[in-house]
């Protein structure tokens, strides 16, 4: 039994799995998040605090309506699954 492969990588599977199972899981979660973050701030720019000055979203400054609207189908595009 402890030449056979497939015990080996079970054996890996059970030690890899709890550390990159939640990880893998959060990441669509993420995508979903950061989706409605960019088309939050098509709408919010305007009321976030002045330290927020230099907020970024993608590769676009967010830091007028015009760039906030530009961030909207951006925040789209970046959540679409592959």
Known sequence: MLGDG????????????????PLM?????????????????????DSLPGSWNGI????????SQTTALLAGPSASWSSRPA
Request: no cysteine; glycine share 12%; charged share 5%.
């Open 6 to 21: 497939a015990t080996w990588r079970d054996l890996l599977w059970a030690l890899v799995n709890p550390l990159v199972g």
């Open 25 to 45: 899981a959060l990441l669509p979660a993420a995508a979903v998040v950061g989706g409605l973050w960019g088309l939050g701030l098509t709408f919010l720019w």
């Open 56 to 63: 970024w979203f993608t590769f676009i400054p967010v830091n």
